[in-house]
């Protein structure tokens, strides 16, 4: 049963930093490009940041770019989000997400492409 579990939220003041964690269990994890999401309430979710499945590739969505990280680790099987300079726009319950995918490269944005996913964690930045 594939399963994802992200911890690492929390309440954080403006301008400080958190780091994510998203291991897996169940499956193969390299054999998905993975990615985070972050949905703020009212709003809908969004992307934040994907890597593939060889972590060659990363992109961001441009309002997370300079500040945050994705990054993974293979042998561990678990994703990462270093979020640094937080916002109080950053507030949201960020997900980690799996996608499998046959090409080594390839970097997913949309959500619709990603089949699981992890329950949640809060991430609130205070002003």
């Known amino acids: 049963q594939v399963q994802l579990v992200e911890s690492g939220g929390g309440l954080v003041q403006a301008g400080g930093s958190l780091r994510l964690s998203c291991p897996a269990s169940?499956?193969?994890?390299?054999?998905?490009?993975m990615g985070w999401f972050r949905q703020a309430p009212g709003k809908e979710r969004e992307f934040v940041a994907g890597?593939?499945?060889?972590?060659?590739?990363?992109y961001y969505t441009d309002s997370v770019k300079g500040r945050f990280t994705i990054s993974r680790d293979n042998v561990k099987a678990t994703v990462y989000l270093q979020m640094n300079s937080l916002k109080p726009e950053d507030t949201a319950i960020y997900y980690c997400?799996?996608?499998?995918?046959?090409?080594?490269?390839?970097?997913?944005?949309?959500?619709?492409?990603?089949?699981?996913w992890g329950q949640g964690t809060q991430v609130t930045v205070s002003s």
């Open positions: 169940g499956w193969t994890f390299s054999n998905y490009a």
């Open positions: 997400a799996a996608s499998l995918s046959i090409s080594t490269g390839v970097v997913r944005t949309r959500s619709a492409d990603y089949a699981y």
């Open positions: 890597i593939s499945r060889n972590a060659a590739n990363i």
